[in-house]
């Protein structure tokens, strides 16, 4: 039976480098502890490789040969993966998380799409880019703007303390310009106090900082916003 007809070398090579290629892009995310890991990557980009081999050698091998719009692969495949990069991104603390790993996601379904078209260099090449994007450019740029540096601070609190006016002081003394966004009243556990947003811009380090005003009297808790996504 034509159904169960062992796959040429070449679709074996499609599926395996597509294992691979997008298994080091999701382990990249994983390392870095981000919500999509290697399983997520890899199962895109393997979904994409499938749609794209059954279109090109599928399609024929059951009805025949028949002209047909290569380009509608690649934008069923762009079209439909935009659910599972929407759901990683999200709105926390007023700041947005998951960008990159969604970008990350779309490029995996791409590269799964290049393998089964057998572009395998082109495939290669841009999960070279990929890491070179992340890995180098990334690190450059934040270096060359390390004066620019804009990080969000949020800070819990206890009233009657002066947490806030010492906090913001510290940052003035570490280099950084510091302007409050949010303040949020809480109450807990027969304690007043507040969840303050800071905005921070200047080329202090954000780590001593977070230490400092860690140990300020009257603050609860310290989180840094705005990281890497």
Same mark, same amino acid.
């Given at each position: 039976?034509? /159904?169960?007809?062992?796959? $040429?070398?070449?679709?074996? &090579? %499609?599926? #395996?480098?597509? *294992? +691979?290629?997008?298994?080091?892009?999701?382990?990249?995310?994983?390392?870095?502890?981000?919500?999509?890991?290697?399983?997520?990557?890899?199962?895109?980009?393997?979904?994409?490789?499938?749609?794209?081999?059954?279109?090109?050698?599928?399609?024929?091998?059951?009805?025949?040969?028949?002209?047909?719009?290569?380009?509608?692969?690649?934008?069923?495949?762009?079209?439909?993966?935009?659910?599972?990069?929407?759901?990683?991104?999200?709105?926390?603390?007023?700041?947005?998380?998951?960008?990159?790993?969604?970008?990350?996601?779309?490029?995996?379904?791409?590269? /799964?799409?290049?393998?089964? $078209?057998?572009?395998?260099? &082109? %495939?290669? #090449?841009?999960? *070279? +880019?990929?890491?070179?994007?992340?890995?180098?450019?990334?690190?450059?740029?934040?270096?060359?703007?390390?004066?620019?540096?804009?990080?969000?601070?949020?800070?819990?609190?206890?009233?009657?303390?002066?947490?806030?006016?010492?906090?913001?002081?510290?940052?003035?003394?570490?280099?950084?310009?510091?302007?409050?966004?949010?303040?949020?009243?809480?109450?807990?556990?027969?304690?007043?106090?507040?969840?303050?947003?800071?905005?921070?811009?200047?080329?202090?380090?954000?780590?001593?900082?977070?230490?400092?005003?860690?140990?300020?009297?009257?603050?609860? /808790?310290?989180?840094?916003?705005?990281?890497?996504?």
């Amino acid at each position: 039976m034509q /159904g169960f007809d062992l796959p $040429a070398a070449q679709q074996l &090579v %499609a599926l #395996a480098l597509t *294992v +691979l290629l997008c298994g080091l892009i999701g382990f990249e995310r994983e390392y870095l502890k981000h919500d999509a890991g290697i399983r997520t990557h890899i199962l895109v980009g393997l979904g994409s490789c499938l749609f794209t081999l059954v279109s090109i050698y599928g399609i024929n091998a059951a009805v025949g040969k028949y002209s047909w719009d290569a380009s509608r692969i690649a934008a069923g495949v762009a079209s439909g993966i935009g659910f599972i990069g929407a759901g990683v991104i999200f709105f926390n603390h007023d700041a947005v998380r998951g960008l990159t790993t969604s970008s990350a996601i779309w490029v995996a379904s791409a590269v /799964g799409v290049t393998c089964g $078209a057998s572009m395998f260099a &082109v %495939a290669i #090449a841009a999960v *070279v +880019l990929y890491f070179f994007s992340v890995l180098v450019i990334s690190p450059i740029v934040k270096w060359l703007l390390r004066n620019r540096q804009n990080t969000g601070l949020r800070i819990v609190y206890e009233d009657g303390h002066g947490s806030l006016r010492a906090t913001l002081l510290e940052a003035t003394r570490m280099g950084f310009e510091s302007r409050v966004m949010t303040i949020r009243e809480l109450r807990r556990d027969g304690w007043h106090g507040a969840s303050v947003t800071v905005n921070l811009l200047g080329k202090g380090d954000i780590s001593d900082l977070v230490e400092q005003v860690g140990r300020t009297d009257g603050v609860k /808790g310290v989180e840094v916003l705005g990281g890497e996504d």
